[in-house]
């Protein structure tokens, strides 16, 4: 899943909430714009409610592509 346009008005770390459903543990890997990949947990989630987990992520100025892969859970949304 790839998020583009994710706007930073100055460059730096930056803490990315992602919100998902999960009914078990997954293990993402999360790449931002060209840095390489690095892993993001998703404890499981009961009765399908949605849950978050919280990463900083380095985030240039103007807008930085978000790319999540490997065993994702369903996303729902990010928020920067």
């Known amino acids: ?18 919100f998902y459903v999960a009914r078990s543990p997954h293990v993402a890997q999360v790449r931002v714009n060209d840095d390489p990949p690095v892993a993001l947990p998703f404890p499981a989630v009961p ?8 990463l900083r992520v380095p985030l240039l100025v103007g807008l930085n592509t978000v790319e999540f892969g490997g065993d994702c859970a369903a996303l729902d949304r990010i928020a920067v």
Do not use: I
Request: glycine content about 16%; charged content about 15%.
């Open 1 to 18: 899943v790839r998020f583009v346009s994710v706007a930073a008005e100055g460059g730096g770390d930056y803490a990315m909430v992602v």
């Open 47 to 54: 009765d399908n409610a949605v849950g978050s987990v919280t």
